[in-house]
């Protein structure tokens, strides 16, 4: 058995005391994975309170109408009342066109991106040709009594009161009846009579605020949306996607057409119930199993994404540099102790938590600049005095300044990381077995030799 000094100075136990060290490291980048987290949901809080009485995520449907529907008459055996149901009739024909007008607000570091939108549409309502072939009877709608219903998720985020025209008469409007879950909406009462020989064409306008995202929960025949905007970072989500679209740096145009056979639903359905899909219910739903036209303010660059994704590459970067500092100690004859690998480490550490706290402040982009730089030059001034040349440490440093842009490269093209980073471990692992191919992992009293022709 080797004494105990001699086990020290092995390349195996120099490897063994590397690995202890960079396992231990394992605690604190649990920690910046903790904080970062802590930090995001903080800035959701305070994106959420920046938006407060805009309104958050805005859906709106309609419009429709719900017409009370005879089932039952009084006669000789059955003397009871009339009974009534509500029927829902949805409109043939449904066009809207949207300007949607984002604007960022800020408070301290946090900002929210809010936006108003003006929606401007017509329908045009008919009874369907085939109500016998359902089993309905015209007759027994009373039409005098027909409501005129619109659902908007928040109504708390109309700017003003909407206008709303029947055959070109004003409307006036009422708060509710927006779906049959909750009274979210409006709706006005309406004498639908010229629905029995003919149509109801309706012409609306409403202004609306919100945040984040905007929603249209298509019920009509034919349901056409066109949306425009400024901003130059749309999501397209939900059930429905425009049927084309063009995004450029001045903004998005898009366009909507949905039919009621991609609904699943006829035109003339049992009940009051209005499909509008509130977000603030639905939060837990994906979008994509929603049956809306779902538009998402997203930003191009989510800093808080990106540190996390950065964080994940942690133990790629203490692992390289702990190599580097490796074999210069057991190929190159420097001795780098246990407590030196920890300073080592924590300072590769605290790069990611710098990142995130200068991201905060000036970007993802400058403040990975500045945390790189301040953290690479700083080990590679430590590296000096570990070990003993100036000529390794700068090789240290052109090893971190290549780890730090290799993983910039990872996070801007996110489809290959995989790829290159299985490549570049690949090469990194040749690299390794072909300097230490003549070591001597074991010690021993030939330990300098082999150190000594692998250095040749």
């Known amino acids: 058995m080797l004494p105990v000094a001699a086990y020290t100075r092995s390349p195996t136990a120099r490897l063994i005391i590397a690995i202890a060290v960079a396992m231990a490291l394992v605690i604190p980048l649990i920690a910046v994975w903790a ?52 029927r829902t009739l949805a409109p043939e024909l449904v066009e809207l066109s949207t300007d949607l007008r984002p604007e960022r607000r800020a408070r301290s570091i946090y900002e929210a991106i809010v936006y108003e939108a003006d929606l401007q549409g017509s329908a045009r309502f008919a009874l369907p040709a085939d109500l016998a072939r359902q089993g309905i009877d015209p007759a027994r709608f009373d039409l005098a009594r027909a409501e005129l219903r619109f659902a908007v998720s928040e109504p708390g985020g109309l700017a003003a009161n909407p206008t709303v025209s029947v055959n070109g008469a004003a409307s006036r409007l009422q708060p509710g009846h927006g779906s049959s879950q909750a ?6 009462w309406l004498d639908a009579a010229p629905l029995a020989s003919g149509t109801l064409d309706v012409r609306f306008y409403l202004s609306l605020r ?11 025949g034919d349901t056409r949306w066109a949306v425009t905007s400024s901003w130059a970072h ?14 450029s740096g001045d903004g998005f145009r898009a366009r909507y057409q949905v039919g009621n056979l991609a609904l699943g639903q006829s035109l003339i359905t049992i009940g009051a119930a209005n499909p509008l899909v509130a977000a603030a ?6 979008a994509a199993s929603l049956a809306v036209a779902q538009i998402d303010l997203v930003e191009p660059v989510d800093l808080y994404a990106q540190v996390a994704r950065a964080t994940k590459y942690g133990f790629l970067f203490i692992g390289f540099t702990f190599l580097a500092l490796l074999l210069f100690d057991v190929v190159g004859g420097a001795r780098v102790h246990a407590a030196e690998y920890l300073l080592v480490g924590v300072g590769l550490v605290l790069f990611f938590v710098l990142l995130l706290a200068f991201a905060e402040v000036i970007g993802f982009a400058p403040a990975y600049l500045l945390a790189s730089g301040a953290i690479t030059g700083l080990v590679t001034f430590y590296s000096a005095s570990v070990l003993k040349s100036w000529r390794r440490a700068f090789a240290v440093a052109a090893l971190m300044g290549a780890l730090y842009g290799f993983l910039y490269l990872l996070l801007s093209l996110e489809a290959y990381s995989l790829l290159i980073g299985s490549v ?10 072909y300097l230490t191919r003549n070591l001597n992992w074991g010690g021993g009293e030939d330990d300098d030799a082999p150190a000594a022709s692998a250095t040749a």
Not at 210 to 218: D, E, F, M, V, W
Not at 234 to 247: H, I, N, T, Y
């Open 35 to 86: 904080l970062i987290s802590g930090r995001e949901e903080q800035s959701d809080v305070a994106a959420s309170s920046i938006a407060e009485g805009w309104g958050g995520p805005q859906v709106v449907a309609g419009p429709v109408l719900v017409i009370p529907y005879r089932t039952s008459t009084p006669s000789a055996d059955a003397p009871a009342p009339d009974t009534w149901e509500l």
């Open 183 to 188: 009274g979210q909406g409006f709706f006005a």
């Open 210 to 220: 919100g945040n984040r995202s905007l929603a249209l929960a298509p019920q009509g």
């Open 234 to 247: 749309p999501s397209f989500q939900g059930r429905f996607l425009p049927a084309d679209r063009e995004v």
């Open 281 to 286: 219910t639905h939060e837990s739903e994906p």
């Open 424 to 433: 570049l471990l690949f090469v990194t692992l040749a690299g390794v077995m």
